[in-house]
Nanobody
């Protein structure tokens, strides 16, 4: 039902930063937990981070904790701040929604965006 849209990707050098955004036009979007995921060609989609509906609880994949930060505003925007990017971070980054972080953490989403490409050169 929800139409999710990601933005903010691009081509950057190693060590640079990007901030990705996820939004939806559905009025129920603020009541969902939101997660970020990424997928590189030939690899499985992996969980990156998630935030609950209130913005007070977050969960990160272990490999993302030091450099990535998820946040949301009080309306319809969710962000992924990515610092000190590495070539290994290259992939399509997508956002998904569900009722709780626990479901997103294992890859279960009720709706997904089309993704935004992040390419990090060495």
């Amino acid at each position: 039902q929800a139409q999710l849209v990601e933005s903010g990707g691009g081509l950057v050098q190693a060590g640079d930063s990007l901030r990705l955004s996820c939004t939806a036009s559905e009025p129920t979007f603020p009541s969902y937990a939101v997660g970020w995921f990424r997928q590189a060609p030939g690899k499985e989609r992996e969980f990156v981070a998630a935030i609950d509906w209130s913005g007070t609880a977050t969960y990160y994949a272990d490999s993302m904790k030091e450099r990535f930060t998820i946040s949301r505003d009080n309306k319809n925007m969710v962000y992924l701040q990515m610092n000190r990017l590495k070539p290994e971070d290259t992939g399509v980054y997508s956002c998904g929604v569900n009722l709780a972080i626990d479901e997103l953490r294992v890859g279960v989403g009720r709706s997904w965006g089309q993704g935004t490409q992040v390419t990090v050169s060495s």
